[in-house]
């Protein structure tokens, strides 16, 4: 679960339950996926925006485990100087960005040692199996709304986990339950009509289709 903090609002991710599986015959090597539902659960806490996607592939390679951290799953490559050095935000160039939670990492871990400073990094897209783009309706027309732009440099990319333990290729298909959390959907989306893009990615980096959510607002989702 992973949790950002900006101007007041809470944002960040979780997973719900696991996927369901069954072997076909016939399943593309590229994954394909199909909208199923978009579903907004408000509580006392973070509020609960959640997405559930029907798949199907024909190998099983989707999903990723806490131990695929290495590449091409790392979560970032460090940026270095000319000399090969890891670049601090206190001898930062002239082109590099400003402090943010996306572009330095505070204290990382690199070759099994502990840097006490703050490093420039580029992140891996890689990283992440599902990706989730917003659009809101503005004026009557849609916009992207990039969180990872200021003021809040986080993201609703994720992951999900393997829905094969084993290494083994077989067909499968289910559907994968993904819950986005945040203090700040009715504060940003409001009454506006709002949907969402999504692409799932498997082991190979095949990205799937992108589907998108019908337009709807979150008073039309909320569960009752």
Known sequence: MRFKNY????FGLALLGSSCISPPENFPSVPEIEFSNLEYVPTSGPDSLILTLKFKD???DLGLSATDINPPFNPYTYIRDQAGNLIV???R???APTFNPIDWVINPIVNNQVVRDTVWVDP???????????????NGRYTEFVWENPPF???FNGRFPRVLTTEEGQPVEGFITYRMLSS???SIFRNDSLKIDVRIQDRALNKSNE???PDVTLRQITRN
């Open 7 to 10: 101007s007041g609002l809470l």
């Open 58 to 60: 024909a190998e099983g």
């Open 89 to 91: 935000y206190s001898r």
């Open 93 to 95: 160039p002239a082109q």
């Open 124 to 138: 891996n897209e890689n990283q992440y199996n599902i990706f989730v783009r917003f659009f809101i309706k503005r």
């Open 153 to 155: 440099f986080t993201t």
């Open 184 to 186: 700040g959907w009715e």
């Open 211 to 213: 589907v998108s959510s």
